[in-house]
């Protein structure tokens, strides 16, 4: 019973579709036939699913609430990637968070988000009550492609969309692109909400080993051959989880390969104001023509203020800002967007971001330091940024200790989240950010020696 409505709440089983015959499954489960038939029975008796004389059992046309935490295998909850997301979000304030993908609120511009709020509060009163544009606010999309243009990547302001944030930018791109039952390509290790949000499509995920220079182009390759994927979802700035970045030889033989194998690629750049100066980037080698640049403002100024944007070809641009018209009834709020255009052009914001990139040095030396006397090995050293991707010794169990972790009121992000191929037993991504206190070493320390 709990097979297929697990198949039915995943939208695997729709209306009118047969279900497997009781032989078949039962031989597929290693139950008996009397078992299938009696799940069968009671499942037509509760009206999920009824039978056919002579046919079968089919799939009965009540509505059936989506899980999308049914579409993917049944994971332990320390590596579930929703799981996980949920636990970092909801966790009270005064938990330790080395685990998360944001940094502490004192690292981040507040007062100059305070200034920018009594700004928007003195100005027009329809900032405050009127819908937004389509596109979204149209100075803020100018700083945007400016921002761009510094990172080689030309781009006209009208061929960017602002999106509610860098998820729905890629929840949009995905409803344009993709259909259920699609497949896409992730990197093994990727950011664990991309697969959440791929599986609530009802996407198929395939990976790639992601490697000190990328991802690895021999199985890249293989993988495009057999698999035929529709899009790549990749980060190439500070890759996420591994701090990697990515080398130009790499950079072109992906975008020669996603033109032979007719690949569309979707580009998260989310971390790229952290590098020191410019990494190769697809969306600039590639002219924005199969590539799609996505990104954000929640790591640099505030997850509170939720905006994201989308920079591609002017025909894609057009399509999802009607898609956002017809989910969201526009763009961005405009009190966020407003708000998040003025921190960003007062004056303050180079400032505030060459010293946080000082200041994030720092906190990834002393927590390298501190986490290879350990014996807890950087996969890379990155070049900026705030997450450290390390193995543990003797290949530890990172979910057990993240279990044991929680319970001691600190989050952990065990590898596997991060791994569509559940091959990152013993890695822990690290936040730097959120590592300030010296007895989160020590913790790790005697975690280590209850797991030996």
């Known amino acids: 019973m709990e097979h297929i409505t697990r198949l039915i709440r995943s939208r695997a089983l729709g209306a009118g579709d047969k279900l497997p015959s009781v032989r078949g499954l039962a031989t597929r489960l290693g139950v008996s036939p009397s078992t299938v038939v009696e799940a069968y029975d009671v499942l037509a008796a509760e009206g999920v699913i009824f039978a056919r004389r002579g046919s079968g059992f089919f799939v009965s046309d009540r509505v059936q609430p989506f899980e999308v935490s049914q579409t993917g295998p049944l994971l332990e909850r320390e590596i579930d990637p929703l799981w996980v997301a949920r636990q970092s979000i909801d966790a009270s304030q005064d938990m330790a968070k080395p685990g998360c993908g944001w940094m502490p609120a004192d690292w981040m511009p507040v007062e100059s988000l305070r200034r920018a709020m009594r700004r928007v509060a003195r100005g027009g009163d329809n900032v405050l009550t009127d819908y937004s544009c389509a596109q979204g606010h149209s100075g803020l999309r100018q700083h945007v492609a400016r921002m761009l243009c510094d990172q080689n990547i030309e781009v006209d302001p009208n061929t960017v969309l602002l999106t509610n944030s860098g998820s729905q930018a890629l929840d949009l791109i995905c409803r344009l692109l993709l259909k259920p039952g699609d497949t896409v390509l992730v990197d093994d290790p990727c950011y664990f909400n991309f697969q959440a949000l791929l599986r609530a499509h009802q996407i198929t995920i395939v990976s790639v080993p992601y490697t000190p220079n990328g991802p690895d182009l021999a199985q890249f390759e293989n993988v495009l051959r057999k698999e035929r994927p529709r899009l790549y979802l990749t980060n190439s700035a500070l890759h996420n989880p591994t701090g990697v970045t990515l080398t130009a030889a790499t950079a072109h033989r992906v975008l020669t390969l996603a033109e032979a194998y007719e690949l569309q690629i979707v580009e998260d750049a989310i971390f790229s104001e952290f590098e020191p100066d410019l990494s190769p980037r697809l969306a600039s080698l590639d002219g924005l023509n199969r590539v799609l640049t996505i990104g954000s403002f929640s790591k640099t100024l505030s997850?509170?203020?939720?905006?994201?944007?989308?920079?591609?070809?002017?025909d894609w641009i057009v399509s999802l800002t009607e898609l956002q018209v017809a989910i969201s009834f526009g763009g961005p709020s405009p009190m966020v967007t407003e708000l998040l255009h003025s921190a960003l052009t007062d004056g303050s914001y180079r400032k505030h971001m060459e010293a946080l990139r000082a200041k994030l040095d720092r906190a990834r030396t002393r927590a390298t330091d501190e986490l290879e006397a350990l014996g807890i090995r950087p996969f890379v050293k990155p070049r900026g940024g705030f997450y450290l991707w390390c193995e543990l010794p003797d290949g530890q169990d990172a979910?057990?200790?993240?279990?044991?972790?929680?319970?001691?009121?600190?989050?952990?992000?065990p590898g596997n989240v991060?791994?569509?191929?559940?091959?990152?037993?013993?890695?822990?991504?690290?936040?730097?950010?959120?590592?300030?206190?010296?007895?989160?070493?020590?913790?790790?320390?005697?975690?280590?020696?209850?797991?030996?």
């Open 303 to 314: 997850a509170s203020l939720r905006c994201g944007f989308i920079a591609a070809r002017p």
């Open 399 to 413: 979910a057990a200790i993240a279990r044991k972790a929680l319970k001691k009121g600190v989050v952990l992000a």
């Open 418 to 452: 991060f791994s569509p191929t559940q091959s990152k037993n013993s890695f822990l991504r690290f936040n730097v950010s959120q590592m300030t206190r010296k007895t989160h070493a020590e913790l790790l320390r005697d975690l280590m020696s209850e797991a030996q």
